[in-house]
């Protein structure tokens, strides 16, 4: 596909159960991020991966959220145990250029999250 | 602590006229500025950037405006059009390995009314 592919666009889960989030960026960006969006807020940064290189993972909010790159391409988001703060939707972007400071990060559609 | 603000959660305006969304932040080691626009139910969209260096930047109908002494920098939209309507995402980042790793304001949702 042409853009940043995420699944599910919506998740639906009861307070307590582990989730998984998928993202499959744009072919050939060597670095992906994700980002999460709760009610009323702006974008908050979760974690970073560049090619080979151990991740960025400075923004994640607590130890319940791992993430991990297959391959150099598909990335899954897990959040373990989940609370009702942990819904939010959660976009992952990538790019190409992550070291150059008019690079654009191109931006998936997000997955809905909802703990109930 | 947000480094990054927009005091307006929202902003109304009539079509052919100026859009102005303002943001404000708070850490000197920001040196690139990043403007987003988001549809619902789509994941947001890059718009325009300034680097620290400079104190404007204009791509056709969008022009950024960066006061670093301020530590301010806006957005005009001339003319309006209904299609611009969507929520304003102001952000930053402090360089380094990736300039990937922004720092978001909280948005400011942008009606232009026909």
């Known amino acids: 596909g042409a853009g940043v592919s995420q699944s599910p666009s919506n998740k639906v889960t009861e307070k307590g159960k582990d989730v998984e989030l998928r993202c499959d960026p744009i072919?050939?960006?060597?670095?992906l991020y994700w980002y999460r969006q709760s009610l009323g807020q702006g974008l908050e940064f979760l974690i970073y991966?560049?090619?080979?290189?151990?991740?960025?993972k400075s923004g994640l909010p607590s130890d319940r959220f791992s993430a991990e790159r297959t391959g150099g391409s598909v990335s899954t988001l897990t959040i373990q145990r989940t609370q009702q703060e942990d819904s939010a939707v959660y976009l992952c972007?990538?790019?190409?250029?992550?070291?150059?400071?008019?690079?654009?990060?191109?931006f998936g559609s997000g997955t809905q999250l909802s703990v109930l | 602590d947000q480094q990054v603000k927009q005091n307006s959660p929202s902003l109304s305006v009539q079509e052919g006229r100026i859009s102005i969304l303002n943001c404000d932040y708070t850490?000197?080691?920001?040196?690139?500025f990043l403007w987003y626009k988001k549809y619902p139910a789509e994941g947001p969209t890059f718009l325009i950037s300034?680097?620290?260096?400079?104190d404007k930047n204009e791509d056709g109908r969008f022009t950024v405006f960066l006061n670093k002494s301020a530590k301010h920098l806006s957005l005009h939209i001339v003319p309006s059009q209904p299609g611009d309507s969507a929520v304003y995402f102001c952000?930053?980042?402090?360089?380094?390995?990736?300039?990937?790793?922004?720092?978001f304001g909280q948005g400011t949702i942008l009606t232009v009314h026909p």
């Open positions: 850490n000197s080691m920001f040196d690139y």
């Open positions: 972007a990538s790019t190409a250029r992550p070291g150059e400071a008019n690079e654009k990060l191109f």
């Open positions: 991966f560049q090619g080979n290189s151990a991740p960025d």
């Open positions: 300034i680097s620290s260096i400079k």
């Open positions: 072919s050939g960006h060597t670095a």
């Open positions: 952000a930053a980042n402090a360089g380094g390995t990736s300039y990937g790793k922004l720092t």
